[in-house]
């Protein structure tokens, strides 16, 4: 690697702006932008293996507050779906995220559906905050599970001999 791209690394893998950092990276993947927080994640929890619960949490509040973000979206954009609400596909979708209500926002962690699924249930005007419960259990689970997942399956020795 380059080595103008290692100090950027070493810098925002500092624990002064490496939290801050991850925040940012976890909201913004949360919304329908195609972006995944886990690398950035697993990376600040290599360099500051004494990170690990603050880390999770920072990512876990970071990516529940983009999902509310994308509920907003959803609930702004009625009108548009409403257009587009004729096709058997959607049609079946929405039943069974009407059946489920707010609970189907456990699902938020899948990645391609999850990030829309929050942006639906704001158009289907599910309540808010249980919506935002329910995407922060999923989000703290699926940080939890792939984080533990990738230092079981990357121990520090290998992590460091990358980064290098």
Same mark, same amino acid.
């Given at each position: 690697?380059?080595?103008?791209?290692?100090?950027?690394?070493?810098?925002?893998?500092?624990?002064?702006?490496?939290?801050?950092?991850?925040?940012?990276?976890?909201?913004?993947?949360?919304?329908?932008?195609?972006?995944? /927080?886990?690398?950035?994640?697993?990376?600040?929890?290599?360099?500051?293996?004494?990170?690990?619960?603050?880390?999770?949490?920072?990512?876990?509040?970071?990516?529940?507050?983009?999902?509310?973000?994308?509920?907003?979206?959803?609930?702004?954009?009625?009108?548009?779906?409403?257009?587009?609400?004729?096709?058997?596909?959607?049609?079946?979708?929405?039943?069974?995220?009407?059946?489920?209500?707010?609970?189907?926002?456990?699902? /938020?962690?899948?990645?391609?559906?999850?990030?829309?699924?929050?942006?639906?249930?704001?158009?289907?005007?599910?309540?808010?905050?249980?919506?935002?419960?329910?995407?922060?259990?999923?989000?703290?689970?699926?940080?939890?599970?792939?984080?533990?997942?990738?230092?079981?399956?990357?121990?520090?020795?290998?992590?460091?001999?990358?980064?290098?």
């Amino acid at each position: 690697m380059p080595d103008w791209f290692l100090n950027i690394l070493q810098i925002l893998a500092l624990p002064e702006v490496g939290l801050s950092t991850l925040f940012v990276v976890a909201f913004v993947s949360a919304t329908l932008l195609p972006m995944g /927080s886990e690398p950035v994640l697993f990376g600040l929890i290599k360099l500051n293996p004494e990170l690990f619960w603050p880390a999770v949490a920072v990512a876990t509040a970071g990516n529940t507050l983009g999902g509310a973000v994308s509920w907003a979206i959803g609930r702004g954009a009625h009108a548009a779906v409403d257009r587009m609400r004729h096709s058997p596909t959607e049609v079946h979708a929405l039943r069974w995220l009407e059946r489920f209500g707010p609970k189907a926002c456990l699902l /938020s962690w899948l990645p391609v559906v999850g990030d829309p699924l929050c942006a639906v249930a704001g158009w289907l005007k599910f309540p808010f905050w249980p919506c935002v419960a329910y995407m922060a259990v999923g989000k703290l689970l699926r940080y939890l599970v792939m984080t533990t997942a990738l230092l079981w399956a990357f121990p520090a020795d290998v992590a460091v001999s990358l980064l290098r």
